[in-house]
């Protein structure tokens, strides 16, 4: 396999990990602060289970860092750069909203072609 193949299938695999919204979520509550998987819960209304496997796929692919501590886990983000990354997503999302929205108000000032209803 080319270098830049693994480098794009690497890629493919971060961006899988962060399509999911609520592993979106996850990211965020981690962002404000280390939590478990029990507080992890608690905020995002999922079971301990399905957090505990959303973090498995955060995980695998090294945006979430576990650390042992007794018998909890503690999960923190890997590195700030997963937060950067998001907020770069998120710009992208509202400036397409906003060219949606001028497009939007663009139409409403078009002349009709014809007067009257349409069937």
């Known amino acids: ?6 480098r794009y299938a690497l890629f493919s695999e971060v961006f899988a990990a962060l399509a999911h919204p609520k592993r979106l979520e996850i990211i965020h509550c981690l962002g404000e602060a280390q ?5 992890l819960a608690e905020l995002t209304g999922l079971s301990k289970a399905n957090i505990s496997q959303h973090l498995s796929v955060l995980k695998a692919r090294g945006l979430v860092h576990c650390e042992k501590c007794g018998t909890f886990c ?4 890997s590195s700030p750069k997963v937060l950067e990354t ?4 998120r710009e992208l999302i509202l400036d397409q909203m906003q060219t949606s929205s001028q497009l939007q108000e663009a139409l409403q000032n078009v002349v009709p072609l014809r007067q009257g209803r349409r069937k």
Request: charged share 30%; with cysteine; proline share 0%.
């Open 1 to 6: 396999m080319k270098n830049e193949t693994v």
């Open 35 to 39: 939590r478990n998987a029990g507080e």
């Open 74 to 77: 503690h999960y923190r983000l």
């Open 86 to 89: 998001c907020e770069i997503v």
